[in-house]
């Protein structure tokens, strides 16, 4: 199966986030001919926000989807050579490094970027989907803006969602938080910080029942578990924070990861436990989760691929 279909090539890069497509723009540019694939979701999860305005260098905004339009035909003008499918399987015990796409191309590369991303857990409720965009969120900071001074809400116990919950308190009139059981799984410190500010609304034993709307989310139905009890509050804003994970799963058993899933770097830079694959963006970032982040990792590791094939003499 594989023989006939095997490619080698300098440089692969697994994924098409602004971590892989800006690793592709600096390693086109090194003339390193980058291959990207670009996985289940081309563009990644930027493809399912609105309106992006901390990106520097768009004074007006710009929309996700066509961010990720801008980064694509960036990476394409430089040379990288940009291909729709998906790593399904590795292989990274000797050089070259195998990398299997869509179960039947075989590739051998020299240097491996993972930039494969993460995607935020939903509560996988059918209005949480309708809304997805139109008041449903799974990003404070993205997001929080466009609900100034008015109602929100927020899902989940954990550090993301008591430090969404205190951003959003900045920005907002009164954000109600909904806790699925009687004790949140964040750390003291951030609980405390939670429950000290006055326009965050704790609801405990909380979940969520639909979310309401016409167009836009106006409402929201939650239920108490343990009495049974409904309410309907009226929100503009919906978002869910009850975790990501890291789209590492093929990696597992070559890479080092931490106990989530999230790819192991060293301090400073983008190299993993075998040399010669790296690692950017979301996959190896639990903290930031920014696009301008992603894109700065994802410059680190085309610079650290870089350095070790010139090192290699394999460029
Ligand atoms: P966590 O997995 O820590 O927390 C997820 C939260 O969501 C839990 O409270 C969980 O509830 C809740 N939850 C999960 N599924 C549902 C559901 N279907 N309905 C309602 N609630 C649900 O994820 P985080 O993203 O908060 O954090 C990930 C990691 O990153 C953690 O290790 C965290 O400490 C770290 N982090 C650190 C930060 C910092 O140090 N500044 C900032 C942000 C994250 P339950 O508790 O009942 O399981």
């Not at 390193?32 to 990644?44: E, F, H």
């Not at 961010?67 to 430089?78: D, G």
């Not at 935020?120 to 997001?143: H, M, P, T």
């Not at 699925?180 to 000290?196: F, T």
Request: net charge negative.
């Amino acid at each position: 199966m594989e023989n006939n279909q095997t490619e080698k090539i300098n440089l692969l890069i697994i994924g098409s986030g602004p971590a892989g497509y800006t690793a592709a723009i600096y390693a086109a540019r090194a003339n390193l001919k980058p291959v990207l694939y670009q996985g289940i979701q081309p563009g990644g999860q930027l493809t399912i926000t609105t309106d992006v305005e901390n990106y520097p260098g768009f004074p007006e905004g710009i929309q996700g989807p066509e961010m990720m339009i801008q980064f694509e035909k960036q990476a394409q003008r430089m040379g990288a050579d940009l291909r729709y499918g998906l790593a399904t399987k590795v292989d990274f015990s000797q050089k070259p490094y195998k990398v299997w796409i869509d179960e039947e191309k075989l590739l051998e590369a020299d240097a491996v970027i993972i930039a494969t991303g993460a995607s935020a857990k939903w509560l996988g409720i059918e209005s949480e989907q309708r809304f997805n965009g139109y008041g449903v969120s799974a990003c404070a900071v993205c997001d929080g803006f466009f609900f100034r001074g008015k109602e929100v809400a927020i899902v989940g116990a954990g550090d993301t969602a008591a430090e969404e919950a205190l951003y959003l308190s900045k920005l907002c009139s009164t954000v109600h938080m909904f806790i699925r059981r009687d004790e949140m799984r964040a750390s003291k410190i951030m609980q405390d910080r939670v429950k000290k500010t006055d326009n965050i609304k704790m609801y405990w034993n909380t979940e969520t029942q639909e979310i309401l709307g016409d167009k836009t989310v106006n409402a929201v139905r939650i239920k108490n578990i343990k009495t049974a009890e409904e309410e309907t509050l009226p929100i503009k804003g919906f978002f869910v924070a009850i975790g990501h994970h890291p789209n590492s799963d093929i990696f597992k058993g070559w890479i080092d990861m931490d106990e989530e899933g999230y790819i192991k770097t060293c301090p400073g830079s983008s190299k993993t436990n075998i040399e010669g694959v790296f690692a950017s963006g979301d996959v190896q970032d639990k903290i930031y989760r920014q696009a301008i982040t992603a894109a700065g990792s994802g410059c680190m590791a085309a610079l650290d691929a870089e350095r070790y094939l010139s090192e290699n003499g394999l460029h």
